[in-house]
C-alpha cells in the first residue's frame, strides 16, 4: 500500500529551536510538496521539488526555512529558529507529473507534522 | 494571480438532505480536484476531474467540471453523519508544473 510517510507526527519546541521534519514520497513519485496548514490562512504551499531538484519556495519565509532533497526518498523541512507563529500542520505531498498530460497533478498527502512552538 | 473560492464555507445540514458545494475559480485550467479532510487527518482525494464536462460519483458524492464558467461543483445526495469532513477544491495551474492551489475549505457537519 504506497503512501507518503512523514516523520515526527507530532513536535513540541520552544522558541528559538531547530526543528527538521521529513517525509518519504511515494516510489516513483517526481515531484515533492510540502504545505502548511493553519486555521486563519488555510492550506499554504511553501515548496515543491521536481525530480529532486527545488522548482519554486516563494512560499517559505526564506530567512528561517529551508528545504532539500538528499536523495528520491527523502525530503526535508528544517525551521531554524523556530518561532511560535510557526506552530502549524506541515503536509508534504507527493505525485507524479508528466509535461503537457492530461493526467498528473493528483497530489497525495502524508499524515502531516503537527509543529507547536512555544 | 489563481483564485479559487468555495462556498459556502461552513455548511449544516440534516442526514437525508441534498446539499451542493461550489468552487469556483479565477484563470483557465482544465483540471480540478476533491479532496476530504476529517479532523485531525491528513487531505485524502475524492475526484480528479480532468475536462469540461467532467462527471465523476462515488457513493453520494458527485463532482462535475464546467471550464467555461470555471465552476466545480460536489453534490451531497442525502447525507449521511459519516460525510462530515472538510472538502477542499483545487486547481491545477502553471501547465505541466504540477502546482494546485486550494480554496479554504467547506466544513460540512450533517446531524441526525
Known amino acids: 500500500d504506497a503512501r507518503v510517510t512523514q516523520t515526527p507526527r507530532h513536535k513540541v519546541t520552544e522558541m528559538g529551536q531547530e526543528v527538521t521534519m521529513r517525509c518519504q514520497p511515494i516510489l516513483g513519485h517526481n515531484t515533492v510538496f510540502w504545505y502548511r496548514q493553519t486555521m486563519m490562512q488555510g492550506l499554504e504551499l511553501l515548496a515543491y521539488?521536481?525530480?529532486?531538484?527545488?522548482?519554486?519556495d516563494s512560499g517559505m519565509p526564506k530567512d528561517r526555512f529551508s528545504a532539500e532533497m538528499p536523495d528520491a526518498t527523502l525530503a526535508t523541512l528544517k525551521i531554524q529558529p523556530s518561532e511560535p507563529r510557526d506552530s502549524a500542520v506541515y503536509f508534504c505531498?507527493?505525485?507524479?507529473?508528466?509535461?503537457?498530460?492530461?493526467?498528473?497533478?493528483?497530489?497525495?498527502f502524508g499524515p502531516g507534522t503537527r509543529l507547536t512552538v512555544l | 494571480e489563481l483564485k479559487v473560492e468555495q462556498n459556502p464555507l461552513f455548511l449544516s445540514m440534516q442526514e437525508g438532505k441534498n446539499y451542493t458545494i461550489y468552487c469556483n475559480y479565477s484563470t483557465t485550467s482544465d483540471r480540478l480536484y476533491w479532496y476530504r479532510q476529517d479532523p485531525g487527518k491528513s487531505l485524502e482525494s475524492l475526484f480528479v476531474?480532468?475536462?469540461?464536462?467532467a462527471v465523476k460519483q462515488e457513493g453520494r458524492l458527485m463532482a462535475s467540471l464546467d471550464t467555461k464558467a470555471r465552476l466545480s461543483t460536489l453534490h451531497i445526495t442525502a447525507a449521511v453523519h459519516d460525510l462530515s469532513a472538510t472538502y477542499f477544491c483545487a486547481v491545477a495551474y502553471g501547465g505541466s508544473q504540477g502546482n494546485l492551489i486550494f480554496g479554504k475549505g467547506t466544513k460540512l457537519s450533517v446531524k441526525p
Open positions: 476531474l480532468l475536462s469540461n464536462g
Open positions: 521539488f521536481r525530480n529532486r531538484a527545488p522548482l519554486d
Open positions: 505531498a507527493s505525485g507524479l507529473v508528466f509535461r503537457g498530460a492530461g493526467l498528473g497533478n493528483e497530489q497525495f
